[in-house]
């Protein structure tokens, strides 16, 4: 859906749940194909409570997604003090992820620091690609092994992984291209979840 889903709603991205319902109970009662029989703008009424039954779908189902993600990412502080990336935690917790990812991206890579790694897993975490969030998570902790924060999602993902208790888990934990291979990021992954683990041991 091209338009933003809170706008269809006429409602913040910060409001309640219950806000939500009530806004699109309101909305659904105006546009009701009931009230537009034998009249000509019924399919412009059509296409509009078609429009605002996407929206809240999409917001209700992102909200799930998010409450869900949340409860396997106990590490995760959505307004961890001294962030230098409080609006990216901030639209990931609202499961704005191309938002997160778009700000994310705009950082020149020599300023990359160990956060922004972390977020950067977490947004791949969300997106349900396992492989990549785990080698996000685990620069992480190389840049900043004292951060409980970063070491308590590099744990989890690494549990989850061995046991394939991730909710994301969808039939297979790595994303390889068409025609199989060892690709790039199995190797950065490789490489840094080694070196990582290397460097626990030996503390």
Excluded at 30 to 41: E, M, R, S, V
Excluded at 86 to 115: F, H, K
Excluded at 190 to 196: G, R, V
Aim: with cysteine.
């Amino acid at each position: 859906m091209a338009n933003d889903p809170y706008q269809v709603l006429g409602v913040s991205p910060n409001a309640s749940d219950d806000e939500i319902k009530s806004a699109y109970r309101e909305l659904a009662k105006k546009y009701h194909p009931d009230n537009y029989a034998n009249n000509p703008l019924s399919d412009l009424a059509a296409q509009k409570m078609q429009e605002i039954n996407e929206a809240y779908d999409t917001i209700i189902n992102a909200r799930r997604t998010s409450k869900n993600n949340a409860g396997g990412q106990q590490g995760y502080n959505a307004n961890a003090a001294g962030s230098q990336f409080p609006d990216v935690r901030r639209l990931i917790g609202q499961n704005r992820i191309d938002d997160a990812e778009e700000i994310l991206n705009g950082v020149a890579e020599l300023s990359r620091n160990a956060e922004w790694y972390y977020l950067k897993g977490m947004i791949f975490y969300r997106r349900g690609w396992m492989d990549q969030a785990m080698s996000y998570y685990a620069r992480a902790v190389q840049m900043e092994p004292g951060n409980r924060e970063y070491a308590t999602a590099y744990q989890q993902m690494n549990y989850q992984r061995q046991t394939g208790t991730n909710p994301n888990y969808q039939g297979g934990y790595n994303t390889r291209p068409a025609g199989g291979g060892c690709t790039m990021c199995d190797c950065c992954t490789a490489y840094l979840c080694t070196d990582c683990l290397c460097d626990c041991c030996c503390r």
